[in-house]
């Protein structure tokens, strides 16, 4: 019954290619013949056996002591959302980390980054959480890291470690084989789940000879997010195609590398939001039942409204809670993103008049 419920699989994966690239848009399952496959994550061409393998989803420090962060190039997605105090925390997705030397900082998780890392069937890996996203972490299918569990001796103690260089609490990191250890300690499959693969993947890619220009778009050279606390920008290059990502007033960089971080695709969602029950701190963030946004590439922006099938507020076990986001444009069809990597950014619906393109 296996066998015979994967050759379908591949059946409809195989269609789904053929189908996918006819409009000039493909779904990134679609399969090459030579050991390469389309990555889920960014559409580019990639070795199966990083292409194939679940992704991981890692909360990245990014208050100014802590920075720069380890590894974020790496990262093909990047979701970056308000929490308490009005920073802002960052989760990266990475497929391809292997020769990565360290990843973090790495901080703790909230709620709604769990629902993030849930839509692309990610291991999640965390150090620590806000006392009400614990439920959500172990429910049994969150592919949860964490690195208070059994820490020193359980998968905490054998995931992270405390690197020399930044002080506590800025100075939790990780690597490829750390992780590995950790996956192991738990008992996860590596495999993306078969529903996972049945839904393509989560975004919709443009073909490779079929760019998104968005040529009836606003002009969106210089994207600025309205973030108070790191006045995060975004600054197209024409040359390359390419938004560079800036804080604090200047580029962010990884400090693996010491190159500052670039993006093809922008993603700004709007999110109800409000006070989290019993905090005077946190942040309930509505991340479940839809809104609007912009999507931005090639130094274009198009409004759009996102939502995510079956999702409700009223029980946040509900399996649309878990499904992807999908984002609309005016005609109320799915956009295409360019090929490559895209930053997400969660922006509170209340400021949304703070966010500026030009």
Request: negative net charge.
């Amino acid at each position: 019954m296996k066998r015979r419920f994967r050759k379908l699989v591949a059946g409809i994966l195989s269609a789904a290619m053929v189908a996918g690239c006819m409009g000039g848009a493909m779904t990134a399952s679609a399969e090459e013949n030579n050991g390469m496959v389309r990555s889920f994550l960014t559409a580019k061409l990639v070795p199966e056996s990083i292409g194939r393998t679940r992704p991981i989803s890692v909360m990245l420090n990014n208050i100014y002591y802590a920075l720069p962060q380890s590894g974020i190039a790496n990262a093909e997605i990047v979701y970056e959302a308000p929490v308490e105090g009005g920073i802002t925390r960052l989760m990266g997705i990475f497929e391809d980390y292997q020769d990565v030397e360290r990843i973090g900082s790495v901080r703790s998780s909230r709620e709604y980054y769990v629902y993030f890392a849930r839509e692309f069937d990610s291991f999640y890996l965390h150090f620590g959480q806000a006392w009400y996203a614990l439920e959500l972490l172990w429910r049994d299918e969150t592919l949860n890291l964490s690195g208070l569990e059994d820490a020193g001796k359980g998968e905490g103690g054998v995931t992270y470690y405390r690197g020399d260089d930044f002080p506590a609490p800025h100075n939790v990191f990780t690597n490829y084989d750390m992780i590995q250890a950790g996956i192991d300690f738990r008992g996860y499959s590596r495999n993306y789940s078969d529903d996972y693969l049945l839904q393509n993947g989560h975004y919709q890619f443009a073909a490779d000879d079929a760019p998104v220009l968005l040529e009836n778009g606003q002009t969106a050279s210089t994207v600025e997010v309205g973030y108070d606390y790191n006045n995060a920008t975004f600054v197209y290059d024409e040359q390359t195609g390419k938004y560079t990502r800036y804080q604090f007033g200047d580029p962010q960089i990884d400090m693996m590398t010491g190159n500052p971080l670039t993006y093809d695709n922008i993603l700004i969602q709007y999110c109800s939001w409000q006070p989290q029950v019993d905090s005077d701190t946190y942040l309930d963030i509505n991340v479940l039942t839809g809104g609007s946004g912009k999507y931005i590439t090639r130094g274009k922006a198009i409004d759009v409204t996102w939502s995510k099938d079956g999702a409700t507020t009223e029980d946040p076990f509900a399996e649309g809670n878990f499904s992807p986001t999908r984002y609309y444009d005016a005609n109320g069809e799915q956009i295409t993103l360019n090929q490559g990597k895209t930053w997400v950014c969660i922006v509170l619906d209340s400021n949304s008049d703070d966010v500026q393109l030009y």
